[in-house]
């Protein structure tokens, strides 16, 4: 049985249902007229009633365009299962609840909420909004029984709206920016596959728990949050491929649980307080072309397949802090760095354990960038120049990436040590002196055969040569290094330089001679007179601290007395 009413432009209005109503249509005569709030009465035995805003049998294909059927819409609370289809020229200004939505076309602004919530299945099929206000809020499901939505597309202007997803949210298409003030703005049970748009300012989640991964975000900035499961591939995808494009800055917290597979891109910098945060492992780029606040990997990082050099840092900015707790390691699809750095300023980079750890960092730059503390608990390569550092510990092996290449050099006054074997050629003080100081086998292996720890040649600029070879390694000759900076570089364990004592050392052996020594009055603080003394000189820094500070103590001098006379001792 068939019923028709006609009703005024913009009426509120009721429409009666009868037992066997499985179809409702409603749409304009003669030009676009807007539908107030519509409202029921009767019932319906029928399981869905398919709604159509618009003429004819509800097309199931979400993917056709359909024609506008009215201008603007007052909502509607529907007493029954709907299934909802159709496409209006204007705005929504009060709330729908279908059971399901097919297709819904609002050219205008969203000011009503919209919701659909079926037992099971996709709640959402596409939505193509023109804007929506901070009331229009989209919710799809609720996470106890799921609900996906497939699409949205924002045509032009700014999605203020809430959307929450129960089940997996597809795509997020804005041509405007999305600006959410509620928090979660969005959130989607079972992940995110797609978002694009301008600016975004909004808290974006997925679940923690491991169905809520992240594939695509790119957007002009991002200020805000971003929490889920993993950024992860899907079928068909390459790791390492573009996963977060923010062709801005980033002004928030990107955190996930569980891995990284696709790369993080930001063409601006991270603002103060900005970082990512990743719980699992890392297998992807993290990049800035400006500054880089913190990175923070709780596991490994790890290249995972054909995806190109990981590279962490920035391109011609400064790098805070980047950490990885379990370290830098390599697959056994690859060889040569698993992980590069670039950028200006390194305040701060902390590698894991050593197990299979390898770390390697570089500078993009023409300049060498100022670097603060460098920890690689295992093996590290270097491909840049040390012009300026404070400290960097390699507890492993160190390496150049190019072991002749003269412009790595060493510069400045920071301690540089080598837990392991030294497979590097050093440089020392060309474009400005090495007032510092290298340890190479600080963790105390068995170097009897000294060029087992220390292969390779140390050099000091001497603006002759220009470089002039340490004479001889690994227990060199000392000169008049005064000229060249008061550096020091070492061997563990530590013997005298050959000439760094006074009387002279026995010229069989290393240390100074036992049997020849000088009379020397010694100061009253340490009982004065005359007695058989050995001088030690020593080059380069020998406290851990600097002056003044607690650590700048006799009781940590990097060095012992092995022997001495009984009386003195």
Known sequence: MNSQNTHSSGASFTIPL?????????????????????????STSVGTVDVVIGSGALNTDRDVNLSNAAQNWGGVSFPFNARLSGAIAGNLTGAINPTSIVRLEVHGQVSGAISAAPVSGTAIGRLQLGSTTSAG??????????????????????????????????????????????SPGIYARDGIDTIQAGDIAADIAASTGGSGDFNSIECDSFTGSLTGSNLATLGGQTVNTPGIT???????????????FRAIHVTGEFLAGSKVEIGGTLSASITADGDVTEILVDGTV???????????????GDVGRIESTLGFARDDLRSGPEVLFIGGR????????PEGSSLSVISGLLAAPEVGT??????????????????????????????????????????????????????LGASALFEGQIIINANYNDCSTPSVCWPTDAFYYDFIEPWAALDT??????IDYEVFGHFAVGLVPYYLHKTACTPRYSPDGYGCEETTTVLRTWPASHGGGERETIVLTHYGPVFDGLDGSEEDDPETNPYKILRCALVLC
Not at 246 to 260: A, E, P, Q, R, W
Not at 305 to 316: A, D, K, T, W, Y
């Open 18 to 42: 009868i037992s066997t109503t499985s179809r409702i249509n409603m749409y304009s005569t003669g030009g676009l007229a807007s539908i107030g709030t519509i409202s029921f009465s009767g």
């Open 137 to 182: 809020t989209i919710t799809s499901g609720d996470t106890t029984t799921g609900g996906d939505l497939v699409s949205i597309e924002v045509e032009s202007g700014t999605l203020a709206g809430a959307v929450l997803v129960g089940g997996k949210l597809q795509v997020l298409d804005c041509a405007g920016d999305i600006v959410i003030a509620a």
């Open 246 to 260: 923010i062709d801005g800055d980033l002004d928030g917290i990107l955190s996930f649980g569980g891995n990284v």
């Open 302 to 316: 790890i290249r995972s397949g054909p995806g190109g050099e990981i590279v962490l840092g920035s391109v011609h």
């Open 346 to 353: 390194i305040d701060e980079i902390l590698g894991g354990p």
């Open 374 to 427: 460098i920890t690689a608990r295992g093996g590290m390569q270097l491909d840049m120049a040390l012009l300026d550092f404070d400290r960097i510990e390699v507890h492993g092996s160190f390496g150049w990436d190019d072991p002749s290449n003269e412009g790595n050099e060493i510069c400045g006054d920071g301690v540089f040590v080598i837990g392991d074997y030294c497979g590097a050629d050093l440089y």
């Open 473 to 478: 390694l690994p227990y060199y000759d000392a």
